[in-house]
């Protein structure tokens, strides 16, 4: 070997070095001043915490290949299971170079990037965040010890976090519909868009949340559990937007405790079960419930409406109760005019329609409060 390329590889070398010291620095500064550079490890997670402003925020977005969804409110009452003082998003089991974040005044939106795309140049930058990612002490120590992964790749999870004087305010803000005054934060969330590209789909978890805004789930495969909402807007699984995605193969939904404006379930197969569950009279929507499949194993819909006061139309090869009593298929019952309508297309599934008398869920007037 040359003198000159002897040279070369040693300085090389101490570069590398050099760089791998400043990386290790920089984490130890960071730690030191409360600021995550790199990905907290625990019980074999990786997770890592964006903070994001809710002022001014109008859409919270988040793109990914496959893995669970939880979107907390209330989250910094002490006394709930799933608790921050914080409006956040905790990252699991993604690498820090593995997605973009992005906090602007109207959105907060989380994209996953695949391996190949990390290098690429977008119409908005560059989106490879540094080496120091990369070359840092964990990701070293897994290359050292790489025998001792685990065979089965650990579960991607995303958990949304909106404080309860978020919620509140949007509430609030929602009801009496006055703007507040400029000192004020002013609240505008009102869509949440949760879109998984893989074939595994995804599991999404909305929990304890008072706010009037859109959910959407756009999935190849949605499993949708809905506990203690209360939004005079729309919870949809379905198509996904301007009709470019295809509906899901399937869906496993789940609703307690909750009063929506309009709910829509579109899927090849679907399974639904709901108790507790109101409508919202006074809203845009012409429909309440809509649910729409090829086939399903259960469909059980419990309602704090009465069956009686429902306009109702339910098609089904399959048997069809309407509170416990077994009906003609198809199923109609015109009530009057407006909502709550309830409309099922299921294929072969069998279809329970029932007055839900056992939740503690109050019953939605003409005017959006609770009698």
Known sequence: ?????????????????VGLVTCFIAQNMAKSSGEQLFADRSDGNATITEVFDPKNLEKISVVFSSGRVNIYGNCDDRNTDHYSDVCKLEIINFGENDYVFKNTNSKAEFNETLALDRFKFWEN???????????????????????????????????????RAVTSALAAESEDGTEQTAEDAVWKLNQIQIKATG????????QNININADYTIIANRVGLEVKDVTTNSAVKASEGTGGTETRPKSADVVVENSILGYLSIDADELNFRSSGLAFQMSTEFTDSLKLNSDTGEEIRIGLIHSVADLNCEIRSTG??????????NPFTHVAGSGNPTVTVKCGDADVTLLTDTSSSTGFVGSDGSGN
């Open 319 to 328: 048997r069809i109760l309407v509170d416990n009593e077994d009906r003609s």
């Open 125 to 163: 930058g560059f989106s490879f965040k540094g080496m120091r990612y990369i070359l840092n002490l964990e990701q070293l120590k897994s290359l050292l010890h790489r025998e001792k992964e685990e065979t089965e790749e650990r579960e991607k999870q995303i958990n949304i976090y909106l404080t």
């Open 199 to 206: 074939a595994a789909g995804c599991d999404v978890t909305i």
């Open 1 to 17: 070997m040359k003198p000159t390329s002897i040279i070369s590889l040693i300085i090389a070398v101490l570069l590398t070095i």
